[in-house]
């Protein structure tokens, strides 16, 4: 969302047919275990698949699948990266030097984007949606909030939707997470759904979503007006490969700036992983943490509990989130759910942490196979996953600086680590 923000971000289908296509799923879904009837998280979908017709001299017009031209977008920015590379760019430039060539992209969309997204009359959002063949609660054209036109579905989930709108006056476009009707009037989900907006005002941080403000429209539906981000998640670019060191550096130090200041404020994320950070131009100096659904705030340095009996993916839930340690989740909680984003961008993949409670419990009793972390951040990333809580660091400005001191070093980590927090020994 240049971005949306809560739990989103995809280039809307091209084209005058209002189309959806089928949602692309997370790599994991965020189990909210208030009853077994919780809804699902929202689920974000994939581009819109390009449908340019390929002609050769002497065959008949083919359509290619979607791989394909995947395949060869992915070509293309190879490419443009490796001719950077040659002309003495790094990395961070290359990857600002594909931002514009996106934002020329998206001066395209927006010259030839739908009628109705200039309209200066829309029709009314209750109006529009019970003509809607696409059955989103809010149809596309119509007005939310008497303010915004509604542009896209950007993603849906048991509880929620998230969509693209342009501002009908500033011709700004921003992103609106709104209940879906069926919830509208339910008390739980709409207190979690204000607490979202409640602890989003707190937080003010270029690497953390932000939040415009919490409304009603005129049948009484809650709808979070959000920052909207132009960037797909962390977990869809990963399916390209693992980052490189300065990705990967550049990826740590982003987020930890953001998480710094979440905790400054307060508050415990608990769902940090691939699915809530977006890569605005694919550049992970870019990075923005999204999704505080399940963000708590802390009393007495930890979350009270609220009746999330689970809260998180298994794949990047620290060891206290399934009840190990005390069961206290704190900031050093975010902290280790941060170490294991890190290793999986290292990898290209998710580490194996478990499936089942009994399979992430037994995973967490030691440090992961950090090996795929390069040796400039493998002793920073070590000191995050530490199975004990109280054995990681809680500053995380104070292990950024640890991280220089350690490149000023030469350090490979070991006994720098070591030394900065005596506890790991023996790890």
Known sequence: MTQAAAKTSVPEASGTDIAVEAPQQPDEMTSLLVSPE???????FAP?????????????????????????????????RAEA??????????????SGARAALDRHIQAVQRPWEDDPAPAAAGQAAK??????????????????????????????????????????????KVIIPEYRDDAKIVGLFHEEGRLLQRIRHDAVVSCAGLYRDGDG???????????????????????????????????????????????VHRDVSPDNILLPGDNPAGAKLIDFGVAREMRNGATPRDGLDFAGKFSFASPEQLGMHGGAIGVASDIYSLGLVIVAAARG???????????????????PDISAVPDRLRGVVAT??????????TDLAALLRALDASAAAGGRGGGFWGRLWPSRKGA
């Open 38 to 44: 919780a809804p699902d998280e929202l689920t974000r």
């Open 384 to 393: 995050m996953l530490q199975p004990d809580p109280k054995r990681r660091p």
């Open 349 to 367: 993949e998710k580490l194996p942490m478990g499936q089942t409670v009994e399979e992430a419990t037994a995973a967490r009793r030691q440090v």
């Open 131 to 176: 003509a809607d063949p696409t059955g989103w609660s809010v149809a596309p054209g119509s007005t939310m909030l008497n303010t915004f036109v509604v542009r896209t579905l950007l993603a849906r989930g048991g509880m929620g939707e998230i969509y693209r709108v342009r501002h009908r006056d500033l011709k700004t476009d921003q992103a609106i």
């Open 48 to 80: 819109a698949e390009l449908t340019e017709v390929m002609v050769t001299p002497d065959a008949a017009p083919v359509v290619p699948t979607r791989e394909v031209m995947e395949s060869r977008v992915a070509s293309f920015i190879a490419g443009v």
């Open 85 to 98: 590379h040659r002309a003495g760019l790094d990395e961070v430039a290359s990857l600002d030097l594909l």
């Open 221 to 267: 539906r809650s709808m979070l007006v959000l920052e909207y981000i132009d960037g797909q998640s962390l977990s869809y670019f990963l399916r390209r490969g693992p980052l490189g060191l300065t990705g990967l550096e550049a990826l740590l130090r982003r987020l930890a700036a953001g998480l710094t200041a979440v905790h400054a404020a307060g508050i």
